[in-house]
Antibody, heavy 118, light 108 residues
Framework: QVQLVQSGAEVTKPGASVKVSCKAS????????IHWVRQAPGQGLEWMGW????????VYAQKFQGGVTMTRDTSISTAYMELSRLRSDDTAIYYC???????????WGQGTLVTVSS | EVVLTQSPGTLSLSLGERATLSCRAS???????LAWYQQKPGQAPRLLMY???SRASGIPDRFSGSGSGTDFTLTISRLEPEDFAVYYC?????????FGQGTKLEIK
């Protein structure tokens, strides 16, 4: 069965960086996009961008350009999202999701809580 | 950017009642690339509907979706206890992929 398993919760300081992983199983990793979505406490869903594991190509939401980097390691079917120059308002749960070409977000990781606090 | 506005913000209904959730887009959503997700506390969102009216795998038929262009609706025909959650619409026709702000469905 399709699974996306994310890395554990992180606590970090303002100005630092954080890297969240998303390990895929149950399907061919390189056939689907991986998107990243975040959710601040008590808030809605915010799309951050995507990576295509086959090519490594990325598209980032304008808000995150210059601050986010999405990468992948096809040998271990894992995607990564690194967010730099963290601020307190980056405190959120970060989700990865599997997406086919022009498709909906059909499988989601369990989420990774990133807390930014001095 | 396509802005999605969901209404109402909160919907209070009883078990067995019919729920109607609305999602309005600021511009036409191409080819009905409109999805609905359900999110329960402490859980990731779950895909319910895609293409505006197609149910995702395993979704019961009391859930239905309709609409086109700029106006979309999610209907739950008879509410079950497990249906009380937050529902989000999303357009996935192109970047940026935007979500509505959510409708909280609560037990009356």
């Amino acid at each position: 069965q399709v699974q996306l398993v994310q890395s554990g919760a992180e606590v970090t300081k303002p100005g630092a960086s954080v890297k969240v992983s998303c390990k895929a199983s149950g399907y061919t990793f390189t056939d689907y996009y991986i998107h990243w979505v975040r959710q601040a406490p008590g808030q809605g869903l915010e799309w951050m961008g995507w990576i295509h594991p086959n090519s490594g190509g990325t598209v980032y939401a304008q808000k995150f350009q210059g601050g986010v980097t999405m990468t992948r390691d096809t040998s271990i079917s894992t995607a990564y999202m690194e967010l730099s120059r963290l601020r307190s308002d980056d405190t959120a749960i970060y989700y990865c999701a599997r997406v086919s070409w022009r498709g909906p977000f059909d499988y989601w990781g369990q989420g990774t809580l990133v807390t930014v606090s001095s | 950017e396509v802005v999605l506005t969901q209404s109402p913000g909160t919907l209070s209904l009883s078990l067995g009642e019919r729920a109607t959730l609305s999602c309005r887009a600021s511009q036409s959503v191409s080819s009905s690339y409109l999805a609905w997700y359900q999110q329960k506390p402490g859980q990731a969102p779950r895909l319910l509907m895609y293409g505006a009216s197609s149910r995702a795998s395993g979704i019961p038929d009391r859930f239905s979706g309709s609409g086109s262009g700029t106006d979309f609706t999610l209907t739950i025909s008879r509410l079950e206890p497990e249906d009380f959650a937050v529902y989000y619409c999303q357009q996935y026709g192109g970047s940026p992929y935007t979500f509505g702000q959510g409708t909280k469905l609560e037990i009356k």
